[in-house]
């Protein structure tokens, strides 16, 4: 590939370097165009082609299926490590000795306790009011009860910052699951792991002892871990645009947390399984929402399915499929909806429209029939897709402020009015 890329506008060449990854990818520096040219700009609505950042936290190649935290497979990391592993992983760049991953479990215990006061905010909320918006609201109050800004040229207090929001989100998580159940809230129990307490701090009972199980535990750390990091989505831009003004790190996951909420985003796995639930109340009829998701007249999209980068396989799809079959023999659940999902994407993918398109299953297809099967609530899904990407967020947010980003401001074509003279209210 050229070093250089060579643009030309009315007979005049300007020439751009060209940046190389550590993964062969190729990006074109256009830091200079709008000086070199006189103005002009590129348009890329979405970002399709347009790289915002140089990263060495997540590699993906869309087109063989590759997703790697810090040079580790996710297969691998799924497979060996276990969910605060991958944090440190992500956030720190390297997989945590005992000593670290020790010290980084004592001092997220430590910090596992919320300010009383935020619980009258919680019961400021309706029963009603959906999850995501409750959590993206919480967490911006945390603001209010850890007042001081990250300093971010302290390695201590970035580290203190990045603890404190890892003990505390899962908190707020489960408080707000239990505030929709008119439960007591629970302050979770230190002598728990990290997602074992998660686990206890949504599900346990006042009237009954908390018996944990191993099953549910290793599924929900697996997923957590399938969701940790994804290179520059929505969600995770969305935090380093709002981080790039120097807005604090609660204030920028919670803008974070709203963008997740996006039914085109981490709301597909709510939207999926109340598909596959209307798909059933409808006799099961597949072929009619094929049909739909291929009509253009139609809003309907199939949930679940395609993606901006994966063009042959979602690699965390996969690995969630069989996790999702495994999760329902070892609770001994039979749930038809999974059956659904599986006639569904068969028929798809075998489909000219959905093969032409490249749209394949992803993350978010077979996850929700996972979280069912853990008696999550449908409502609570995008929250724990919020938990997983939790750490990939503060490690985006930690390496975009550690390589002092410039502040995100895109560019325009404007194609509003031109001039005009101001008319009076009698005029018009
Ligand atoms: C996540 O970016 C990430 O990494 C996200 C994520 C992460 O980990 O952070 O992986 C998590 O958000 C996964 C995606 C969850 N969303 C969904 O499942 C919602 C359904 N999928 C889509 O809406 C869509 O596929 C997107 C949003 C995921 C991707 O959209 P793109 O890349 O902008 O593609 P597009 O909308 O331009 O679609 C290209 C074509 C269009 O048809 P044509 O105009 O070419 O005729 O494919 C069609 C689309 O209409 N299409 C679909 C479809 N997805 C795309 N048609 C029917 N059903 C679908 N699901």
Redesign the pocket.
């Known amino acids: 590939m050229s070093k250089i890329a060579t643009l030309e506008i009315d007979g005049n060449k300007y020439e751009f370097p060209i940046i190389e990854g550590t993964e062969k990818e190729f990006g074109i520096d256009i830091k200079t165009l709008r000086n070199v040219t006189g103005g002009v700009t590129t348009i890329d609505p979405?970002y399709?082609n347009t790289g915002s950042c140089e990263s060495g936290i997540t590699f993906?190649d869309g087109e063989k299926g590759i997703l790697r935290y810090c040079g580790y497979t996710i297969e691998e990391l799924a497979e060996k490590a276990d969910f605060l592993e991958v944090a440190y992983l992500l956030i720190f760049g390297e997989l945590p000795t005992t000593e670290q991953l020790t010290k980084f479990d004592e001092d997220i215990k430590e910090e596992s306790h919320v300010d009383e006061d935020m619980k009258k905010i919680l019961d400021g909320f309706p029963k009603s009011a959906h999850p995501m918006g409750v959590l993206s609201s919480l967490t911006s109050a945390l603001i209010a009860f850890n007042p001081d800004s990250v300093d971010v040229d302290s390695e201590e207090a970035m580290y203190d910052a990045i603890v404190k929001v890892l003990a505390k989100f899962p908190v707020l998580a489960a408080w707000t699951m239990r505030k929709r159940k008119s439960l007591p809230l629970d302050y979770g129990d230190n002598s728990l792991g990290y997602v074992e307490n998660l686990h206890k701090m949504m599900f346990s009972r006042p009237n009954k002892t908390y018996e944990a199980n191993q099953i549910v535990n290793n599924a929900l750390d697996k997923l957590l871990i399938l969701?940790a990091d994804?290179?520059?989505?929505?969600?995770?831009s969305t935090v380093r645009i709002v981080g790039s003004s120097h807005a604090g790190l609660y204030a920028s996951l919670s803008a974070g947390i709203s963008a997740?909420w996006g039914?085109?985003?981490?709301g597909?796995?709510q939207?999926?399984i109340e598909m596959l639930e209307a798909i059933k109340a409808d006799g099961g009829d597949t072929a009619k929402y094929i049909e739909k998701?291929?009509d253009?007249n139609d809003s309907?999209?199939?949930?679940?399915?395609?993606?901006?980068?994966?063009k042959n396989f979602?690699p965390?799809a996969k690995i969630i499929k069989v996790a999702a079959e495994e999760v329902l023999a070892d609770l001994g659940i039979e749930d038809p909806v999974l059956d659904i999902a599986k006639g569904l994407a068969k028929v798809a993918l075998e489909d000219e429209?959905?093969v032409k398109?490249k749209?394949y299953p992803?993350?978010?297809?077979y996850s929700g029939i996972i979280y069912r099967a853990l008696g999550i609530p449908t409502e609570m899904f995008t929250v724990m897709?919020a938990l997983g990407?939790l750490p990939g967020w503060i490690a985006q947010w930690r390496e975009m402020r550690l390589r002092k980003e410039p502040i995100g401001r895109p560019r325009q074509i404007y194609i509003g009015e031109t001039e005009r003279p101001f008319k009076s209210i009698s005029e018009r």
Do not use: I, W
Not at 230 to 236: G, P, V
């Open positions: 979405g399709k993906l969701h994804h290179e520059q989505n929505c969600s995770t997740l039914p085109l985003h981490g597909a796995n939207a999926v998701a291929k253009k309907f999209r199939l949930m679940g399915f395609g993606h901006r980068v994966y979602d965390r429209y959905f398109r749209l992803n993350v978010d297809f897709f990407r």
